[in-house]
């Protein structure tokens, strides 16, 4: 009889070790391996991730950079989409282009927040580079807080740096905007068209 009860003894205790409920364990002590803990970046408390692709970015969701990220084309943020960048001292460069399109398109209702958490991260287009202007709004948002958005030169149209068109906003907050200059027509560092609404609270707008 005392062995019987020895082994049911053995049997409860490694179902309740199985599930979390033997004495001195709590279930939900347990952390998963592939959990995302929410962090404070940048003032903003969110789930952000590492990104550490140098050849690709993403269009929605929180990420800082781990690495430099080279782009051949332009970079589209869709409609509706909600995108947290923290260049975190790293640049995204961007090479080649087809001449016709910004390096980066915001469109409707789509929100970028540009920061850079650890101070010389750049936007930044390579000397090969072919590209209307650095961003571009059409009904979108763009709040920068940081970064430095740098080397976009044009001579075609009105657009070199930031184009804010079409009912968009552009919010500065912080950061820079370098040596965009448009050799031939007008908008060097920021081109304001279509209604588009452009407000300054800090930052940094030279050599453009």
């Known amino acids: 009889m005392k062995k019987k009860l020895s082994k049911i003894s053995l049997l409860i205790s490694s179902i309740a070790l199985s ?7 709590k279930s939900n002590s347990i952390t998963p391996v592939n959990a995302v803990t929410t962090t404070t970046r940048c003032g903003v408390e969110a789930e952000w991730r590492e990104w550490n692709d140098s050849t690709r970015l993403s269009t929605n969701g929180y990420y800082y950079l781990t690495t430099d990220v080279i782009l051949t084309s332009n970079f589209e943020i869709g409609m509706s989409s909600l995108l947290y960048l923290d260049l975190n001292g790293w640049s995204i460069v961007f090479q080649n282009g087809n001449g016709s399109h910004p390096a980066i398109q915001i469109n409707r209702s789509a929100k970028l927040f540009l920061f850079d958490s650890s101070g010389h991260g750049k936007i930044i287009r390579d000397s090969d580079g072919k590209y209307v202007g650095a961003v571009r709004l059409d009904l979108g948002e763009f709040n920068m807080y940081g970064g430095t ?12 740096g930031v184009i ?8 500065m907050y912080g950061g820079s905007i370098e040596n965009c200059i448009n050799t031939n027509w007008s908008g060097g560092g920021i081109y304001i068209e279509k209604n588009g609404t452009f407000n300054m609270y800090g930052g940094v707008i030279k050599n453009c």
């Open 19 to 25: 599930f979390g409920f033997f004495v001195g364990i």
């Open 164 to 171: 804010v068109n079409n009912g968009s906003t552009f919010n």
């Open 149 to 160: 958005i740098t080397g976009f030169t044009n001579s075609i149209g009105n657009r070199s």
